[in-house]
Structures are given as structure tokens and as C-alpha cells.
């Protein structure tokens, strides 16, 4: 079974940066089976995603273009986060499903994804 486990959010000023971790487990399958996307999902809002990685290309929402940069290591996943805002505010999750389910814009539609993991909470104090 396909498990994610994320880690490394907290608490920064606005300007900072933060790095998220997601390890994956992937049950015997391999990296280009799976894309990736780290969602968010703020208060009152619904889940939106921000990054994704496809086959070793990535691709993020412009609400984090230039500030965010998602990259893998293994079997990790990360997210590091520059010159935060409180916008940036929301609990983040990473997300996997089988690359057929990736194209276009269902890479940043959480109901193409089949797995994800609990998430942890990003806090952006002005």
C-alpha cells in the first residue's frame, strides 16, 4: 500500500522560509508510476494544490511560482517554502497518484488522488 508521511511545518514570520518533508512508501512500485503534488487547504477554504512533480518535472501554482520549489531525494519528497505570507497560512499535504491520472490540470485536482497523508500546519505570522 502506497503511504505518505509528512513533516517539518511550524511556526514563521512572514518573509521566512520553511522546508516540508514527505516520505513515501510506494509498495513496490517506482517513482514514475507516481506523480506527486503538495496540497493546501486554509481555514474555510478548499483544498488547493501548489506543486507537483511528474516523471522529474515540476510545476506549481502561480500562487507560488518563484517562491516555492518542490524536489525529490529518494523516496522524500520536499517543499521549500521562501518569503512566506500569511496566505501561506494552512495545514499542507502531499499526495500521490498513478501518472495517468497526472495530465494537465488533474494535477492539481485532489479528487485525482488516490493517496495522501495527514498533513502538518504551516503558520505565517505577520
Known amino acids: 500500500q502506497v503511504q505518505l508521511v509528512e513533516s517539518g511545518g511550524g511556526s514563521v514570520q512572514s518573509g521566512g522560509s520553511l522546508t516540508l518533508s514527505c516520505i513515501i512508501s510506494?509498495?513496490?512500485?517506482?517513482?514514475?508510476?507516481?506523480?506527486v503534488t503538495w496540497f493546501r487547504q486554509a481555514p474555510g477554504s478548499e483544498r488547493e494544490g501548489v506543486a507537483n512533480?511528474?516523471?522529474?518535472f515540476t510545476r506549481y501554482a502561480d500562487s507560488v511560482n518563484g517562491r516555492f520549489t518542490m524536489s525529490r531525494e529518494k523516496n522524500t519528497l520536499y517543499l521549500q517554502m521562501n518569503n512566506l505570507t500569511s496566505e501561506d497560512t494552512a495545514v499542507y499535504y502531499c499526495?500521490?497518484?498513478?501518472?495517468?491520472?497526472?495530465?494537465?490540470?488533474?494535477?492539481?485536482?485532489?479528487?485525482?488522488?488516490?493517496?495522501w497523508g495527514r498533513g502538518t500546519q504551516v503558520t505565517v505570522s505577520s
Open positions: 510506494l509498495a513496490g512500485y517506482t517513482a514514475n508510476d507516481f506523480c
Open positions: 499526495a500521490a497518484t498513478p501518472v495517468p491520472n497526472c495530465g494537465g490540470g488533474a494535477r492539481f485536482a485532489p479528487s485525482k488522488f488516490h493517496y
Open positions: 512533480i511528474d516523471r522529474g
